[in-house]
């Protein structure tokens, strides 16, 4: 059966740093995101993959061609899986953000006009996009396994298209670095397998 693989990037300095990063630039992985995305590759092996596709954001970028060096496929940068937009809150710190704006994590799920006023890609245009993206792979590579490595919101879209989960859900909600979200697509519907899924000792050392 085949399957689609979300892999959010490995652990990267706007995480660590609690910067809201978006698209700008500078924001490498770390020394522990590039050993992660070098445990889920060794990990990737068995999924017999046929295709690799990755965000153009650097920390993306990277941990996908860790992965893909790993199980020895090329990966292809696709726009459709970039990072968000965050207009002019790109470059804040979180606890700023939470100080001058209010949850703007979770007014994002809520579809709050802050977003758009603010420059912020709306979570229904991330949706947009990266069904789009999941349509056109499974024209592309019908009945087989593929790899997307994006970010934390466009797996969210994903999970949310799926699952249709409130947003107050969907903002408690961590998709950890480096790990999987992984979906079944059966008779053109998708149905969740797993989220989360990453090596076994992460689970109770992060």
């Known amino acids: 059966m085949p399957l689609v693989l979300f892999l959010r990037h490995g652990q990267a300095k706007n995480n660590v740093e609690r910067i809201l990063a978006g698209r700008t630039k500078g924001f490498p992985l770390t020394e522990i995101g590039v050993q992660q995305a070098q445990q889920i590759g060794n990990f990737l092996k068995s999924f017999n993959i046929s295709k690799i596709y990755c965000s153009p954001i650097e920390r993306a970028e990277h941990t996908a061609k860790i992965v893909a060096n790993s199980i020895g496929l090329n990966c292809t940068i696709d726009e459709r899986l970039t990072e968000i937009d965050m207009g002019s809150f790109s470059g804040m710190h979180y606890d700023d953000m939470f100080k001058k704006h209010g949850n703007v994590f979770l007014k994002f799920y809520q579809g709050h006009p802050i977003v758009e006023t603010n420059g912020i890609e709306t979570f229904t245009s991330v949706k947009k996009r990266v069904l789009n993206m ?36 969907l903002y408690e909600m961590i998709i950890r670095n480096a790990s999987l979200t992984i979906l079944k697509n059966e008779q053109s519907s998708f149905s969740m397998v797993a989220i989360n899924t990453m090596n076994p000792e992460r689970y109770s050392n992060e």
Not at 136 to 156: A, N, Q, S
Not at 161 to 166: A, E, H, I, R
């Open 134 to 169: 999941v349509s056109y792979c499974m024209k592309k590579h019908d009945r087989e396994t593929i790899l997307l490595v994006t970010h934390m919101d466009p797996i969210k879209s994903m999970i949310s298209t799926v699952l249709q989960p409130k947003p107050e859900l």
